[in-house]
């Protein structure tokens, strides 16, 4: 497993920008697949993002699809979320998750099939 520890969230307006952080550590000298998943007051941890090890192969819910990118640099173990365009209904605490992949490629987007998460950061939209 890996440890993970998100940074970056933050109190913004609607339309405003915020770059949410994910650091590992431990055991990063495997391939893994790191999603982002949120969680608002009364609802399910829902699927946000996810990136595959190599950075080639990418999935997001439609609720973000050309608001949000994800990305990584392994050289730093970091993926990073970048959310544009940002709505009241971003709220959410934002967690990041990771899991070994067989393939640079593999990806998964089910909450259940993660086994290492962060702690999350709170991102709060305001209109």
């Known amino acids: 497993q890996v440890q993970l520890v998100e940074s970056g969230g933050g109190l913004v307006q609607a339309g405003g920008s915020l770059r949410l952080s994910c650091v590992a550590s431990?055991?990063?000298?495997?391939?893994?697949?790191t999603g982002w998943f949120r969680q608002a007051p009364g609802k399910e941890r829902e699927f946000v993002a996810v990136?595959?090890?190599?950075?080639?192969?990418?999935d997001y819910a439609e609720s973000v699809k050309g608001r949000f990118s994800i990305s990584r640099d392994n050289a730093k173990n970091t993926v990073y979320l970048q959310m544009n365009r940002l709505e009241p209904e971003d709220t959410a605490v934002y967690y990041c998750?990771?899991?070994?992949?067989?393939?640079?490629?593999?990806?998964?987007?089910?909450?259940?099939?993660?086994?290492?998460w962060g702690q999350g950061t709170q991102v709060t939209v305001s209109s």
């Open positions: 998750a990771a899991e070994r992949s067989d393939t640079g490629w593999q990806i998964f987007q089910d909450v259940m099939h993660y086994t290492s």
């Open positions: 431990g055991r990063t000298a495997t391939s893994y697949a």
């Open positions: 990136i595959s090890w190599s950075g080639g192969n990418t």
